[in-house]
């Protein structure tokens, strides 16, 4: 090699040397491109890493065309693409790509990945959910663990004496029985996420199930790795291990989680966490990883204890997870996955010895006993058929944790390459099918069906009208009060709000809903819960024996929430449900903020319902008083026909009660509308009738009624321009697909379809009015 006309630093001139061929061990000569690419790490870690994950897109674009729409399934696949089943038994892409010299480091990367993972895991994970379990989630969390554990034992047992195993086959035996029996909280926490169940009556089940299920698992692995160190070495080992473990979870709970407080109430209100703070948790998690290798427990033990000490939620929780998971998730898990299973060897599974055999009879017997251990509590409660299905099923899936059990055993020679196989087998069968069969078996979305009557319409006299308020952020507050306040509430007809404040889920994985009247003390100090319970506690004291205001909070992932509201509208009979618009407003009608997560929300409130629901763009409330009106706060119904148009009208018919309020509803006819044929013309013409005489005769407000013939959309708009400004509120139907001659050509302009198009019409910018606007849709039957 002629290295002396290279000048500089050792480094710069390696890579300028000149290097001969190479014979790989089948004697097949290597180019000189990939001997000197085998021989510079990191350029070499680059191709791994584009081929790993290149592997890993395709393979979920294909699989999702299938409905196999889990991650995991996806970076099992694409592990077996890489393997020696695919492109790793191509002998020449294995010499070039994945000699064995990088290997370790590819798997130190790996491992890595997974240690992190698990560290979030346990930062997402709510301990407090132990104490709200109830007796359902208990049981079927035990249950889950302790009856496949026990006949999958017994069974071993059987076959041990028939076939004859030795110890150490039946330890192996031991260890896979124990960790397929298990259910581990982080693999049900990201299934019910992709299958986006997180927040459904069944996910919180699972939720719970699985913590509880955790925490024996937890228990009985960290007593099989003591049992084998035992077995191994000696007992007084063992013993000096578990005081080393008892001193650890002492320091954690005693001297850690109290640390982490401190950094809490070091972190002013609104303000980031110092980095500072972060960098001494991230050494305090490798660190731990060293601790746990030392006292022969998995490299994982340390740093899932210490993420379990870390206060979930903001501040610190979700600064944690919100630097980390996007890399670990997105990267580093991944590629753990990948070349776990490329290391898998299908072929080698041989059901001819007795050891393989044995494991396979044995996983069998434990894959039916935990299905069947996770239906009789739900069916001794009399949970329907399918429901109790789908919780049997997503309590028996398999996923990271298991696998990467089995891959730290295998590395450990604890288990042999047969039984390592067949168990990757068995969880990419499991992984596979169990998301199929939930989706077929369970749609939260069922419950809603319109089967009774519960909206505006149909709401009977002098009773208490429910309304639901849905508030994302501060400015939403005075909105939707002064909303309630002029839906007109007396004694003779009260006013019952459910106030459902939103936050999303950032820092743990277990939704929580909390119901401020059976919890006084407020989620957090931290946040704005208070100054929501005291605005609306302070609306209710000026409305004594009129109106009745409960508060919630429900913290989920912001594509869920529809989850909690449409849940809690139909535990509480509700009749019409209100939800912010997306944009906010500035004064001088520009936008100031754009939330295209709370449109999509929105979107999903509209067409799953169990009732009416209305969309609030609020623009400010500007008082005004006409020359022909004195009243400070006046409303227009644009009324076109339709049920939603109908549902908007008694809104506002409702609304005129009140004195102060005054209103205008102004019918748009189409010219040439022939005369009243169909059964929807003759209800809009009833409603207009008693609306006209009734309400007028009252006089408990001022009500206009304005008749205005156009002939297209051209002219609606323009007529809409001209009223815009004259008004407080303006109401209108929904009317989605409804085809009007008076809209025609306006579909075409339309932004925002969850409004209808007078809805986005009256929102747009291009009116720039100060006139806030409520679009009502009726509750759609199913």
Known sequence: MNSSSIDGPSASREICISLPPRVNSNGVWISNAASSLTNFSLPLLEMQLIFVFASNIVSHLILNSFGLITKFVSQMTAGILMGPHAFGGMKSFGELLFPLVSQEMLNTIAMLGYTLFLFLSGVKMDMGI???????????????????????????????NRWGLRGAEKLELVFATTTHSMTPFPVIACLLSELNILNSELGRLGLSAAIVSDLFSGFLTSVFTLAKVAYDHSARRAFMDFGIIVVYLAVVVLVARPAMYWMVRQTPEGRPVRDLYIYIIILAVLGSALLSV?????????????????????????????????????????????????????????????????????MLVVIVAKFAACLVPPLYSS??????????????????????????????????????SLAMLTILVTASTVPILIRRLYDPSRKYAGYQKRNLIHHKPNTELRILSCIHRPDNIPAVINLLEHISPTRENPLAVYVLHLIELIGRASPVFISHQMQKKTLSNRSYSQDLILSFSHFQRNNQE???VNVFTAISPSKLMYEDICTLALDKLTSLIVIPFHRKYSIDGSIELEDNTLRTLNCSVLDRAPCSVAILVNRGHIRRSTPSVLASYSIAMIFLGGNDDREALTLAGRMVKDSSVSLTVVRLIAEGEESITDWNKMLDSEILKNFKYHSTADHEGCVMYIEE???????????????IDDYDLCIVGRRY???????????????????????????????????SVLVVQQQMTM
């Open 546 to 548: 009129a109106i009745v």
């Open 294 to 362: 030392w006292f022969d427990q998995l490299i994982v033990f340390g740093p899932f204890v210490l993420g379990l000490a870390v206060p979930d939620g903001p501040p610190l929780g979700s600064t944690l997870v919100y630097k980390l998971d996007s890399m670990v998730s997105g990267a580093l898990l991944p590629l753990f996955v990948i070349t776990t299973m490329m290391r898998v060897n299908f072929s080698g599974i041989n059901l001819n010895s007795d050891l393989a055999m044995a494991h396979a009879i044995a």
């Open 130 to 160: 132990i104490f709200r379990t109830g007796r359902k989630a208990m049981y079927t969390g035990a249950l889950s663990l302790l009856m496949p554990l026990l006949l999958g034992m017994g069974t071993l047992q059987l076959l041990g």
């Open 737 to 771: 697909n409804v085809e009007s001659p008076l809209t025609t050509g306006l579909e075409e302009w339309s932004e925002f379809p969850e409004l209808g198009v007078m809805g986005d019409m009256l929102a747009s910018t291009d009116f720039n009015g100060r006139c």
């Open 709 to 723: 013939v156009l002939k297209d959309g051209t002219e609606t708009a323009t007529k809409l321009r001209e009223l």
């Open 383 to 420: 949970m329907p058929m399918n429901d109790a299905l789908t919780l049997a099923l997503i309590m028996s899936c398999k996923g990271v944790v298991e696998m990467a059990n089995y891959s730290i055993a295998r590395g450990q020679n604890n288990i042999d390459e047969k039984i390592f």
